[in-house]
């Protein structure tokens, strides 16, 4: 395993994370009774081999169901000072509320602390606000902070680039989880300034929202190769040094086996990765066209401003990769999660475009003209049934 200095936590943090999102056994709180003995067995053999890797950073959430009740019963096994322990609990309008919450958290990993705590899901300014408030959750977590049950603060987003850097300008967080990979690369500026800040910047699903590169099509498979595409994205991730760790949603011990097949060439990444960045731009432009994709994101309208609220900018860029790299399933998934997503995926898909005008809010497109028609093929390509986040099924 290689480790990088998580900002100034000056945490040795492993170039990946061991994310607990996916070896649980429900999305919500239970019993601990009710938790069947062969998924605590899974969990536990999934932890043990992440420690076995040197993968010593557990990260869950509140939100995330029996995740962590069920760590509980396997963490105060290990030496404590040799974990990095990660939780997140979502900001609320009542910080006391925050604060029950965060001792639920506690109690269930069976942790006399955590050593770091996310502000989980700062997606919009009204949750900032719940945050940073006089008497709002980050003063609260600053006096769990004194109590020593915190070692550092940070806080999770999957927001607007502006709400993050918005966020991290505030100076109050020590880091950030945040999605950025080689298919989104829209953050980008966001990590710069986290960077200015000395913050630590730990990369959310990077496989997963990454582009489902655990079952990745034929097509993208061939463009990435000699690499794995799963491979290919942890590489390009890490890198950028500004980047210390990517999270893993393990589900079972193998899962992170691919991985490490990165930490090889992390030393020398850009020989074998140039001549695949090279491939995968000159297919979209072969599909594409050159100008659409130089310049197809440019002057779009947010969803805010856009009638029927329609998330152009996802839906344009779930179309491109669906037709230059064969990415349909992905786009499907995420394609419809549009008009259930709430604040974690905002905005509706584009099944009512053809009724009505957006000739005002692309105004400042170079492709106002085209962009209807691509947002009515992107939904006959990637339409159907409302999917919703696991955190809701």
């Not at 589900?251 to 097949?261: G, I, N, Q, T, V």
């Not at 053809?354 to 009515?376: E, Y």
């Not at 990637?382 to 809701?392: A, D, H, T, V």
Request: charged fraction near 25%.
């Amino acid at each position: 395993m290689q480790y990088r200095r998580f900002g100034r936590t000056e945490l040795a943090m492993p170039v990946f994370s061991c994310g607990g999102m996916r070896y649980q056994y429900k999305w919500k709180d239970v019993p601990a009774w009710e938790i069947p003995g062969d998924n605590q067995r899974n969990l536990e053999a999934t932890i043990n081999r992440s420690l076995e890797v040197g993968i010593n950073h557990i990260e869950t959430a509140r939100g995330y169901g029996t995740s962590e009740m069920q760590l509980g019963k396997i963490l105060p096994k290990f030496p404590r000072e040799k974990l990095i322990i990660q939780t997140k609990v979502s900001p609320k309008e009542d910080p006391k509320e925050f604060r029950r919450q965060f001792n639920q958290s506690l109690k269930f990993l069976q942790l006399d602390y955590v050593d770091l705590l996310g502000l989980h899901g700062i997606n919009t300014e009204e949750i900032l606000d719940y945050c940073i408030r006089p008497g709002g959750c980050l003063e609260e977590a600053r006096k769990l902070q004194k109590q020593g049950k915190i070692r550092f603060i940070g806080f999770s987003t999957h927001g607007a680039t502006d709400i993050i850097k918005k966020t991290i300008k505030t100076d109050s967080f020590d880091y950030v989880n945040l999605h950025w990979y080689y298919i989104n690369q829209v953050n980008w500026s966001a990590i710069e300034a986290a960077k200015k800040h000395d913050m630590g910047v730990f990369i959310i699903s990077p496989s997963d929202k990454g582009g489902k590169l655990y079952d990745p099509p034929k097509k993208l498979v061939e463009l990435c190769q000699p690499l794995s595409p799963m491979v290919f994205n942890d590489l390009f991730c890490l890198s950028h040094p500004e980047v210390h760790t990517l999270s893993l949603g393990a589900a079972r011990p193998r899962d992170f086996d691919e991985h490490l097949k990165t930490l090889s060439l992390l030393d020398d990444p850009q020989p074998i990765l140039k001549p695949i960045l090279a491939r995968l731009e000159e297919e979209a432009i072969k599909i594409l066209g050159e100008d659409w994709v130089k310049s197809w994101d440019k002057g779009l309208p947010n969803y805010q401003e856009t009638p029927g609220n329609i998330n152009i900018e996802t839906i344009l860029w779930l179309r491109n990769l669906a037709l230059a790299y064969n990415m349909i399933e992905y786009g499907k998934m995420r394609y419809n999660l549009l008009g259930s997503g709430g604040h974690w995926f905002p905005g509706k898909n584009a099944e009512n475009v053809q009724k009505l005008d957006l000739s005002n809010c692309l105004s400042h497109s170079p492709h106002r003209d085209k962009i209807p028609d691509c947002l009515a093929e992107a939904h006959r390509l990637l339409g159907g049934q409302s999917i919703q986040r696991l955190s809701q099924s």
